[in-house]
Structures are given as structure tokens and as C-alpha cells.
């Protein structure tokens, strides 16, 4: 009843702050060009079901089925990722046709434009070319209704039930089978990304199926046929679980006993409302304001639920927990969304936080570690590191309520202290040698210092006294920085850095993850003063830092396409590079700190289709610009200090604690005015940096008073 009652209070308060809707600002095409990889389609906030197109075309830019150049649809799916670097789902696709085509990928695929195309939150709509059939889409959490419009009569108007075909998997097993004239459900088992996924369905039609033709084995496309008049429409409810059909069907039961497609459409709209609002913004264009609240709207697809309305989901360990008594998610990007889209989430997200911790803490039971990469009940342990370590010290530094903070300790501990994942060699030598491992290892090493030091804080907390250990093994980066390269290097089990002989810092090898040698010196987000102290100087480290935007971009041949939107060799296009711009507050020189988080949101965002310069990873992008568009900034993995940039808001409003808000105001701001001549806390001058989690969560005022020159006085740290 508490969720229920925040909400109304948010969504109240959104539409009295404005005749026109947040939703009206959303443009779910940005991200849709280059190497952008969001989904397009409809969906509520952080829905298990994200219904919409999959395309004929594959290929890296349809890692979520869909890319603006693509010309090809084959159906209508009911699981997509969005702005993932790797490809899955596309689940249990549905295409409307009013003839007999091939039953193959391109046999049923039809040809669209984009101008007879339609997509807003909660709402996809899209004309085909074969039959000129108007498809339409909606959704709630857990359940899709597609809403099929057939310009002509025919007695064999079907739609192919298509269990074979998603997006860069191969599948295991289907069943599809009739219940009766109106109902069909089924299975689907596949193999991909997602080791073993599995999803239930349970579809009802609003008219009479006139026939049914069931799958092959060697064929597994379903057909149901109707009977239709000219401009009549057939309606489909298309219920998800992961747990079995009958579930499916309560869900739909639960989430929409009714056939209204318009009322459903509406309450999604709303929906999205509600939840834009947890940050009302002002701003003076409305390119800045479809840019921040289309980030918003990219930020809030995911975690996705992955449980049914009473409380049932499966488990890591294959087995069906019933009625857990939390929400439970999936969709985990944590090597990507640890680093700014955790941080806002504390922020505008606290009734989820509970079931983040619960979520991954049981996930820690059922496969015996945090996870690193969860997908649909599957650890894919894509990526490096331990990253869901820093997001659960956040909440417990945070003093977030509603789990055990010692139990959490415990399994950031126990995820740290494994063997596998070349961890065994962290407890031996304190990195991961070259000579040991089989690549990656600068990576790899630096990520799993952070998530000590994250560990670290967290166990001090709670008076673990093996806080000391990691905040101590945390350190052990200094080994790696070569003095003479200044820069990150690996070193061999004997403690030497690897002989390259034409070494280039701007060429990737196979010790960095997706990044180079430029990129990852500065991994070392928990401890900036102590990354200065590797160098001779304090200047001499600003001077590296200066020529790390001034570098050569040329990144070498065999560069993974993901470093990309690059300044130099600084790549805002990939993750590692996120905080490396707010690092000139801790050095006295916040003013370089403002000047580029400037130019990257004016230069590297924008509100057209090819508006990211570079994969969306489930939110982390848009919440570097949603914090970054407030001025704000946490850098340190875990804890609340959220350094301070140079915001692009006239005013946010973010709904706090005890129905208060805590108010961003920028003064004098323009396009030239980049420069923060002083800023203001509660009215008061602010001599740090930074502010306080504790310090939003209290309620009050941030005023920025902005210049168009550097304002070049020190700051303490």
C-alpha cells in the first residue's frame, strides 16, 4: 500500500507541474541508429514483457532485434534486451498475414517504412507491406496485447505463431497447443547468451480460432486463422512467466482481465508518467529535454522482473521458488550499470532497492556468488570483475533498509575469495599475472580492486574484521602503473610487466577489456589520490590526464567496436572511460571537470535516432547523462559522494524522504556559461566538490551559479 500511495503522490505532482505529459518528451527512435542497441517497442517501467518488432536482419546492431536500417520485420516478439553488446531473447514471435507464406525466417518476414511506423512509451504501432495490416502493441508488466487490424474480409486471415526463430539463439525445445477455440499456450527452451532460458506462455484470441495448425518438430511455426470482415481487428493477449502456463495465465488474470487495447495503451502511458517523474526537469530547449527524459525512459527498461504476481520465479539453480516474498529481477548489466545507473537508482528508485539486494543475495544462494551478468535465470559471467559487489555496498554505505547487511557482507566476501575466474590469483600474488591467465588481466585486476575496496567499506561498516584485508588488498594497483609508460600494465608472475616491445598505449591487447592501456590507467575510481601519488607529481598527473584527451584516436586494427565516441583516446562510448572526467575535482582543477562533461553532453548525445556514441547498456549511458544533466557525479564505487559538474537543468526536482524534495537550480546557465562560479547548498557556499548522499536525501536546495570563464579557485576534495 506504501508503493501504491508514492506513486499516486509522484504521478499527482507530475501532472500539476505540467499540462503537458513527461511522455511527450520521450523519443524511444533515439538509440535506435549506430551503435545505439535499445529496444523499440512497447513496455512498462522495468517489464518482464517488451513487445515489439524483430527484424529479418542480424548482425551486432540487432543485438535487441531492431535497428533503424533495418527493412525486414519477420514478427512481433515479447523479449528484448536493449543497448546490450551481445544478442538474446526475441521470444515467442507473433506475424499477422492474410495469405499462406514460407515457413522460414525470410518466408515470413514482411517489408515496412518508417513513416507508417509509430512508437511511444507503452504504445507500438507499425503498417506491413504484405496484406498493408496495421499492427499495434501494448503492454503491462507481465502480459502484451497486440491488437491486429485486417484491411479486407477473408475466412483465413491467420496469425503465425513463430517459436523457431529470435534473436541469435538456437532453440531446444517448443510446444505450442490448443485449449480451446479461443486459447493456445506453450513453451519455449533455447540456448544462447542464456544458457538454458526458458518461458511459458498463454495466449487468448478475442475471436474464435477457425483453425489451428500445429508445429513440427522439424517446423515449429503455429498457425491460428480467423474469420474477419473488411477493417476488422483480431486481439491477442499474450500472457509470460518463467515458471509454467498456468501462471501465465493468472498473470494475465492479475494484469488484464479486460479487452480494451485503448485502456491498457492509457494506463502505460501513465505508468511511464508516473515514473518519469521522479525527476521533474526544466531546461532551456526541448532538445535537451527529449534528450534527458528519453534517458530517462531508456534508464528505467531494466532490471526487468522476472517472477509472476504471486510471487513464484525460477531460480539460478533451475528450481521454481514459490511465493518469495520479493520481487525478483533480472537483466543484471552490472560491469556496465555499477558506475552510474546503481548510483541514480539509490537516488529515484528507493522502493526497488530492497529487491535489488534480495534479488542478488539470492542469487548468491542458488549458484554460490553474486552475479556478474544475470540473464533470465542464467549467469552468463559476461564481463569482468565482481561488479554486483560495489552495487551492494552502495546500499549498505546508504544505509538502504530491508536485508541483511551482514549477509550481504558475507557474500561479497565469499564472491571475492572464490577460485574460478582467475580470483585463486588475487589471493596468491595480488593480481592476476599474465603468464597465469589466459587475457584480459589488467582488466580484470583493477575491477576486482574496486570491488574490494567496496567490500572493504561495506564490512567496516558492520564491524567485519576482514574489512581490513580487502581495504588493504585494494591497494594493490600501485603494483601495476609502470612509471616509466605511465600507465596500467601487466605484470608476470614473477613481477614484471610484460615485455611489448612496441608498446602503444593507444592499441588494445589482450590485457584490457574492451579498452587500452589510455583508458584503463585511471581505473581506479576508489582511491584518485592514491593514483596521483603513482606519478611524480601532482601536475605531472594532470598533465597525463590533459593528454589523454588530446591523444591520438587511432585505436589500432583489431579494436573492439565498442570504444568508441572518443575525445582523444577519453571513449565515452564504453564504460571504464565514465567517471574519468569528474577525476580534475580531485585535483584542483574542476573547471576541466565542466568544461568536457559539457562538451560530451552537447557533442556526444543527441535527440536523433543515432543520438549515442555507443551501445545504451541497459541504462548506463542515460544515467551518466541524467546524473551528469543534474550536475552530479558518483565516482567512488560505493558510499554517496556524488561530485559535482557543470548541469544542463534550469531546475530538477527529485522527490526524497519524508515528502521532501531536494531542488537542483542552475543560475545564468547557457551554452557558453559551462563554468560554475559557485554553488550553494541549502544557501550556504559549498567548499567541497561534492555533496552527500545524505545530503539529497535531507531535502533542500543546490543552486549552481554559472560563468562563461573557468572560475580557477581550489576546492577541498
Known sequence: MKRIASISVLFALAITATAQRLTDYVDPMIGSGDHGHVFVGANVPQGMVNVGPTQLEEGWDWCSGYHQTGERIIGFSHMHLSGTGCADLGDITLMPTLQEVELSREGVSSTYSHERESVRPGYYSVILDRGNIKCEMTATKRV???????????????????????????????????????????????????????VYFYMQFSKPIHNFLSPSIDNPYAQATFEVGPGDDVMVKVGLSPVNEMNALQNINVEMPQWDFDAVRERALENWDVELSRIKATFRTDRERRIFYTAMYHFLYAPVVWGDCNGDYMGSDGRVYRDAGFQNYTIWSLWDTYRAAHPLATLILRDE??????????????????????????ETYCMVGCPAVPVLADMVLKGVEGFDYQEAVDAMKASLLKDNRQLD????????????SSGEVVAKTLEYYLADWSCGKAAAKVGDKDSTYFLTRCKGYKKMFDPEKQCM??????????????????????????????????????????????????????????????????????????????????AHGNEPSHHILYIYNYVGQPWKTQQRVRQVMSELYTDQPAGLCGNEDVGQMSAWYILSAMGLYQVEPCGGKYQLGSPVVEEAV???????????????????????????????????????????????????YMSTKPVKKSKKK
Open 144 to 198: 502484451a496485447l497486440h491488437k491486429y487490424t485486417f484491411p479486407r474480409g477473408s475466412n483465413n486471415a491467420r496469425i503465425i505463431i513463430n517459436l523457431k526463430d529470435a534473436v541469435s539463439d538456437e532453440l531446444q525445445q517448443a510446444r505450442v497447443y490448443q485449449l480451446n477455440e479461443y486459447t493456445v499456450a506453450g513453451y519455449r527452451l533455447s540456448h544462447g547468451w542464456a544458457n538454458r532460458q526458458q
Open 353 to 378: 532497492l530492497r529487491d535489488y539486494a534480495q534479488t542478488m543475495l539470492h542469487i548468491y544462494k542458488e549458484q554460490g556468488e553474486l552475479p556478474v551478468w544475470h540473464l533470465m535465470s542464467n
Open 425 to 436: 590469483h588475487m589471493k596468491n600474488y595480488g593480481y592476476i599475472p599474465w603468464d597465469q
Open 489 to 570: 600494465r601487466a605484470l608476470s608472475k614473477a613481477g614484471k610487466f610484460r615485455d611489448e616491445p612496441n608498446f602503444n598505449p593507444c592499441h588494445q591487447t589482450r590485457d584490457y577489456t574492451e579498452g587500452n592501456p589510455w583508458q584503463y590507467t585511471w581505473l581506479v575510481p576508489h582511491d584518485i589520490p592514491g593514483l596521483v601519488s603513482c606519478f611524480p607529481s601532482q601536475q605531472a598527473f594532470i598533465d597525463r590526464l590533459d593528454a589523454l584527451f588530446e591523444a591520438d584516436a587511432d585505436l589500432g586494427e583489431g579494436a573492439q567496436p565498442d570504444i568508441t565516441g572518443l575525445i582523444g583516446q577519453y
Open 654 to 704: 527529485i522527490p526524497v524522504k519524508d515528502n521532501k524534495t531536494f531542488t537542483i537550480r542552475s543560475h545564468g546557465n547557457s551554452d557558453k556559461a559551462i563554468y560554475v562560479k559557485e554553488v550553494r547548498l541549502n544557501g550556504k557556499p559549498l567548499t567541497e566538490t561534492y555533496v552527500t548522499y545524505d545530503d539529497i536525501m535531507a531535502g533542500g536546495t543546490l543552486d549552481f
